[in-house]
Structures are given as C-alpha cells and as structure tokens.
C-alpha cells in the first residue's frame, strides 16, 4: 500500500444541483491510501494514518494539493501540428489545416511517435483519463489504443468515419469504416482501462448510409460510446440543413441513425434550438464544452448555464487542435470567460467539478473515475502550490478552497501538475527546477 | 560594444496600413550591435560583423529569436493580489476587491515590496516598457517610479485621482489630487527614462473639479501623459450618464476637462459610438485594448478593426488586475479570439506590432523605442524557442516568420522569454531546467 499526504480536495456530486457544500470534500492536512491500483481510503490524515498497514510506503507533500486526475472530453490526437494555426473558422480549418495534418497518419512511424507524443502531453497536463478522435486510418487508432495501454490509462477513442466532403486519401466508405470499427472494437473495447467510440466526425463529411452503419454498430456492441461534432459554427449548421434537408434538426440527424444515446458524446452544441437541448436532455447523451478552441476559431459562446439546469451531462474539452491548450486549468480560464461573456460567472467549483467528476459522468465513466472515492482506480495529481512566484504569492492569499480553486483554473497551467498517478503509478513528475545556481570554490 | 547573433524580427510600420512587406524585417542569421545601451546597428549578421569594433563581445544564441522589448499600455500595479478574484463585473469589481487591495497600499512597506514584485513580474514576461496605474497614495507612486528608476526601465505612471465614490481612505480631493500630482511630477517627469501621466481613475470617482484641475496639469507641464478608463462596462456607462447628464457622450466629460490629446490613453473604449471614435481620431489619442481583462470580467469585444480603420493608435494592455496574465503571448492569444468572436481574425504581424512598436506610438515613444532601429534605446528580448516540447515541436513546423509569431502568440508565456535586456543591460535570464537529473557513481 501507498499513503499520500498532502491538502485534497475533490467533487462528490455536481454542485449545481443545489447540494451546497455537500458537493465537495477539503481535508487541509489529507490522506490518500492506495491499494494495488484502487482508492482504499481517502479522508483527514489523522484517520488515514491509522488504516495504513505496516509496510505501507508515506509520501508526504509539502504546499501541495491532491486532486483526481483530469478528463478531457474531446480531443484530437492527429491535431498537435495544427495548434495554433492562422486565421479561418470551422470548415476552412478543416480543409486548409486538419485535413492536410490527418493524411500524414497514413504513415505509421508517424502515428506512432505522436500517440507517444500526445499522451506525454496529456499525462504531463494532468489529463488521466480522454475521449479520443484519431484518424481515418485504422493502423493509427490501433497504434493509440496500444500506446495508452502501455501507459495503463483509461481512455475513449476510435477511428473517424469520414466518406465525403474530404480529401480521397481521408475517406473511408460505409462498408469500410464499419468493418475497420467493428475489428477495432473486437481488439480493444474492454481491453484493460480501454473502451471504443464509434467515431462520425460530424454530418458533413459522413454520408446517410455511413451513418445508418454507424448506428449499426452501436446496436452490434455493448458498452460502444459514440462521438461526433455538432452546432459548431454558423456555417457548418447550414450546410448541414442543406445535405440533410428532411431532417428538422441537426440533432435528428445524428438520432435518426440511432447515434443519440446516453453513451453519446457530442462536441460544442453552441447553436442548439429548445428541441435539441430537450432531446439531448432526455436521450441522457453528454455535451463536451471546448471553450479555447470555440473562443480560436470564433464558433460563439455555449449556454452553459441551460446545459446544466436541462439536466444535460456537460464535460470540458480541450479539442487540441482547435482548442489552444492541453491544459484544463487554460480550458477552466477561457470557460469562465465564456460564462462571463453571457453574463454569468462559472463557480469555481463549478468549473472543477466539469474537469473532474462531471467529465467523468459524461463518459459514463463515474463509477470508475472522477474523484478519490474508495473503490475508484487511483488517477490522481500532485498539484505544485509553488509552481510560479506569482501563482504562490497569489494562492497564499486565497483562503478557502472554493478561492484556491479559482485561482489555479484562472493562473495555472501544466507548470501546476507536481507529478500524475495513473491506476497508483506515477506516470510523470514536473522536472525540477533550480531557482539559483551557483559554482562551488 | 555588445553584438547579439540570433534571428531578429522587428516592425518598421503598422501592417494594417497596407505597406504589406516592408512593415517588418526578419533576418534569419541577424544581429543587433548594441553601443553603450543605444541599438548601433541591426541587420543580417555577415553585416552586423564587419561593424564590430576592436573587443565587441558576441553573444551567440541557437534557437532563439530577437525581438524588441514588450509595451504594456494598461496596467496597474497594485493589483497583484486581486488577479484571479471571482465572480463579479467591473463596479462591483472596484468594491470588493480592488478598493480593499489598494488601501493596503498606505502601508509604505507594502508598496515597496510589491512595486519591486511588480516590475520583476514585468521583466520576467519580457514587458520594458508600461504605462501604469498607481495608487492614490502619493507615496506609494514614489515607490514604483524609484523602483523603475533602479532597474533603468522606461516607465509612465501616475498617482490615481479618485474623490468620490470609493472608501474615505482611498480619496484624495480636487486640491490635494492636484498638489500631489504636481510634486510628483516635478520629482520624477523626465527623470532617467521616466514620464509622468495624470490619472484620474475614471468619470465615475472623479468629481467634475478633480477633472478640470486634471486638466489643468496637463496644461501646465509639458510632455505629461493622461490615463484613464472609458467604456469598458455597460452599467458604468449608464452611471457616467447619470453622473454627468448634460455630457452629450463619455469621451466628451474627458474632452470637456481637456483631457483628450495626443498623450491620452484610454483604456478599454469597447462600447464607443461614431462621435467618440471620431473623437479619438481627431485628437490623436490612444487606446489600450485589453482582452485578458475584457473576458474575464465579461465586457464585451473591441471593436479593433474600427479603431485601426479610424487612424486611432491602439496598443495592447494586460490590464493586470483585472487582466489574468503578465504575458503579452497571452494577450496576443486572447486578443486574437476577441477578433475572431467579430468575425475577423487578427494578423499575427499586426498583433506583434500592437505590442511592440505600435504600444510605443500610443504612449508617443515610437522615436525612443517599439523596434530595434539604429539609434532606439536597446530594450529587448531574446526568446527561447525551445521553451516547452510542445511549442518547440510546433514551432519547427512553422516556415515563415509570420506563422512563427503566430505560433508564438498562441502558445508563448513567460517560460519563451530567455533574456530581457533593458537599456542595453541583461536584467533577466529564465533560470535554467535541467531535462534530466542524475546520479552520477
């Protein structure tokens, strides 16, 4: 057995759901008991102590802050080179940018360093636990589900559908997008802390028959997740209604095909009308929110605030390569901001719960993950309470954990993540950094 | 004599109007050849070299970009430890945490301190130049221009006028505002490379009185900026209308005081209408567009295109308190999204000459600094560009120079600033960090 001794503090419930302080649980001085990969005990460190067993190996922390690992409810994997690309919004991003980027996966060498390379970035970032687009290329999701199984993480992926609208070489048919998801699903789905997404990138680029397929699957595979785009931009809304011109609205596409489910996660959602927020809501499918990349390429600002009172799991997403960050606590910043924009501030506990927990219940994934609770595989982060003079000099001077929340999610970035712990092993440590150096005579 | 061989990249004009390449040089292998803190001369380094004198020491950097030092046009310094406060939009805002914050200010100790975190925090993210809000204690504006004074820096600041609406203990009245505000002047106006700008907070805790003898300053001292916040915030319009109902517009309660020149700095200005961006133009005066500060206490979205459009000088501000990072990367990113939520993406040269030369033109410094011309005093940078593995990763995919600053604009904090040279002189360097720790045996 591991203990961990440090300040913690995670989410129990969602505290918009008007359970007050109930919602979280703040040991000052925490303890942390891991067993064989499990949360054994969390609580105050005068009762933590007591259940260790002789043998048990303390790591005590100094100014430092236990919390579970993050989820990141949308991301790109073949996306880092297009971080941070010029001047266009939605489609133009995708043809000029993305797609361009996603062809060069066709070579597995490639692939295989940047599944590397992405989940270094996302264990480094605190981010333990993903819902993952990959490429067209069946050879690259298998190369991703591979590298995350080698790092024992918990993650969502599969390969993207995509039949038109798209480059040649980024096209699959219906027949061979079904096939390569239903051979992806048979390797890996269940497979240690892995699980599968049948993966249409959005209405545009899959035909009717490709998603009637993908409607197939889900039915075919239990425990299947389903992942795809939806209400991003102006114009691609249009051009939906102009492709689907039976379909009342965007959302009745993706139902139609059977792909609106409670295991449904759909990224941005930012122009839904009432009937789409009301059929998400009762289909029980899940909203990720990308407030970096929805701010990057001007998609407009999410109702958060309706989201959560209609009852709909809501989740953050980074959406690196439109997103601008790996951070959660960068996505926590700009989801404030997003709030604020509409005239509401985004609680800081809130925010935490999005990134954690409330992630978590979007991937229907929180009898697993999301807090500390006995039982959860042990996905946690060592926060650095020190990691910038600003940052320390500013943290100090917030005294409850709602304010030393709002701090970190407003200043903090992956300089934050003292050391990550996936399933009770630590996967990364923040290099240390002298702050003097000197030549001794 | 000093000669610095990297890549430089400095603007010779504002972009926007249409000078197209020659607005900026790039040299790929450049130097910059300082003399005696004075830029002798920049160019390609096979130049730069043959200008060299008789024991010039070379200062080779690999992987790493020159670029002039970083303008700040809208901050203030006792704000430190309200950055990252929750919850509230600007009037609110001012009471419950900048009101508190500043009255700590008449602790001269406390100023002291936090004058030299302040301007280190500067440095640090590669900002040389600011111009700054004091608070009303005239002490306390001492403090800071002693403290720039020390560390060579060009620096404007004011002490803030402030007589009414806000607590007892933070008022100064018109008479002891403007005595003040004199001697201070008179201490510190064109002392080293400091300057002195008269900075009533705003319409709204300013009375009429303390606006007339404001501008009875201005017309008394040669030289001496004006500073001020205009428009940020729906309800303070309102109650600069209720205030002031016989001013037909917000910028005329300024203009009427004589505040409105070519050496006025307004902060904000987000919500003008025609006669106030003509207004503006007309006087040649300057606004400082803060999008940090803009977001988070949810303000609403400059309109840059118009007021570049209008031939009014613009600059970048952090806006620190209310702003959420020292960094000009930072501000460039949000400054970004700001656009791109109006529908028109900001160039990555426009915004680089936005904090750099086109900052030094609305504070009137272009002929002193903004870029490293022969002749400017030698503030600048050197930028790592291998600062973290992401942004080295991505940065090496980037050809041009434009999409380098872009890259840099959306991924940059202060871990990209090296060096900061201010006056020719090395102030800051980034401690180093090691990739690996180990032990030798």
């Known amino acids: ?64 802050l236990i919390v579970p690992g993050f989820v990141d409810t949308h991301i790109h994997y073949p996306q880092i080179d297009v971080i941070a690309s010029f001047g266009v919004q939605l489609l133009d991003w995708l043809n000029n940018y993305t797609f361009p980027a996603e062809q060069k996966f066709a070579d597995q060498a490639h692939a295989a360093a940047m599944a590397d390379f992405f989940l270094d970035e996302l264990l480094k970032n605190g981010t333990t636990c993903a819902l993952v687009f990959a490429t067209v290329h069946k050879h690259a999701t298998d190369t991703l589900f591979e590298a995350a199984s080698k790092r024992r993480m918990r993650m969502i992926a599969g390969k993207v559908l995509m039949d038109r609208h798209a480059p040649a070489a980024l096209c699959d048919t219906p027949q061979s997008g079904y096939a390569d998801s239903a051979a992806l699903i048979k390797k890996w789905h269940g497979k240690d802390r892995l699980s599968y997404a049948v993966t249409p990138r959005f209405a545009v680029t899959s035909s009717p028959e490709q998603l009637e397929l993908a409607g197939r699957l889900l039915g ?122 509409r005239g509401s501030p985004l609680d800081p506990l809130q925010s935490f719960y999005l990134a954690t927990l409330g992630g978590a219940k979007t991937l229907n994934l929180d009898d697993r993950i999301g807090n500390l609770s006995p039982g959860k595989e042990a996905d946690f982060l060592v926060l650095d309470l020190e990691a910038t003079p600003l940052f320390a000099h500013r943290i100090a001077l917030a005294p409850s954990i709602d304010e030393k929340l709002f701090v970190m999610s407003i200043l903090g970035d992956d300089r934050l993540i003292g050391e990550t712990y996936v399933h009770g092993k630590r996967v990364y440590a923040k290099p240390l950094r002298p702050d003097t150096i000197t030549t001794a005579k």
């Not at 789409?276 to 998609?299: H, K, M, V, Y």
């Open 220 to 341: 075919e595979h239990n425990g299947v997740y389903m992942q795809t785009h939806m209400s991003e931009n102006q114009k691609e809304i249009d051009l939906v209604r102009e492709l689907y011109p039976d379909a009342p609205t965007y959302l009745s596409v993706y139902g139609g095909a059977g792909l609106l489910g409670e295991r449904s996660v759909f990224a941005h959602c930012i122009h839904l009308d009432d009937s789409e927020f009301d059929g998400l809501a009762r289909a029980g499918a899940g909203i990720s929110f990308c407030p970096t990349s929805n701010l990057f390429l001007g998609s407009g600002l999410f109702n958060l605030n309706r989201a959560v009172s209609d009852g709909i799991k809501v989740g953050l997403g980074t959406d690196i390569g439109g997103g601008t960050s790996f951070s959660m606590f960068q996505t926590m910043n700009e989801a404030y901001k997003v709030c604020q924009l």
């Open 1 to 64: 057995m591991d203990a961990y001794r440090a300040a913690i503090v995670h989410m129990l419930h969602d505290p918009s759901q008007g359970r007050g302080d109930t919602a979280h649980e703040y040991f000052a001085d925490g303890g942390l008991l891991i067993d064989n990969g499990v949360v054994a005990a969390v609580g105050a460190w005068a009762d933590i102590k007591r259940q260790m067993t002789r043998g048990t190996q303390v790591h005590q922390f100094k100014n430092a």
